[in-house]
């Protein structure tokens, strides 16, 4: 649509699309933010965290939240470089111990054409191919298996009937029955 001007603030108007607040998978980042889980808070220290960045494609800054200690559940450190270069998780060491910290890159979404190249589409409702008929020996082995499945399951059922009115008769001496209750046993009379 357009741009324009409020109140000394720049607007970029544009037409509600399906593809606004993403990016092109062509797309190349120039930085990241990253999420280091569980960091020990004996180690949370600025040159760590830029220890960290680096070895994540290189460090920019720690988040202002991050050095207050307002989410001790991790550290969100911003980076540089490609989404390819980031590990899944980071080691680090103190005296005594070494902590493997798993790693979340926060990626914004991206989008394709779906008739690119190799793209795939994870819910094809919309775009089924038409159904064609079975040939007729197809139906007839699936029908086959169907009951061989559904016999082995009714085989099971009894099996584990039988298994139970074994255990009860087992049970009944002299006039008490004996009761299995959480791994405890109990003497009844009767």
């Known amino acids: 649509m357009g741009d324009g001007r ?20 062509t797309h190349e980042f120039e930085w990241l933010w ?5 960091f020990p808070l004996h180690l949370w220290s600025r040159p760590i965290m830029k220890e960290i960045g680096d070895r ?8 202002e939240e991050t050095d207050l200690k307002n989410h001790l559940r991790w550290a969100r450190i911003r ?3 490609p989404t390819k270069k980031f590990p ?10 070494i902590f493997s910290l798993p790693i979340w890159v926060e990626l914004p979404v991206t989008f394709r054409k ?14 089924r191919e038409p159904t064609r008929k079975q040939p007729r020996s197809t139906k007839a082995a699936q ?3 169907n009951k061989k499945f559904l016999d082995a399951v009714k085989s099971i059922r009894r099996n584990s009937k039988l298994l139970e009115q ?9 006039g008490s029955t004996d009761r299995v209750h959480e791994g405890k046993a109990q003497r009844t009379a009767m």
Do not use: M
């Open 6 to 25: 409020r109140q000394w603030s720049r607007l970029k108007l544009q037409w509600l699309s399906p593809t606004i607040g993403t990016f092109p998978i």
């Open 34 to 38: 990253i999420r280091v889980l569980g």
């Open 56 to 63: 994540c494609g290189g460090w920019i800054e720690t988040e």
């Open 79 to 81: 980076v540089k470089g």
């Open 88 to 97: 899944t998780s980071i080691e680090i060491t103190d005296e005594e111990n």
């Open 114 to 127: 779906k008739y690119d190249e190799g793209a795939c589409t994870i819910d094809q409702k919309h775009f």
């Open 143 to 145: 029908k086959t298996q």
């Open 166 to 174: 074994n255990y009860v008769v087992q049970g009944y001496r002299n």
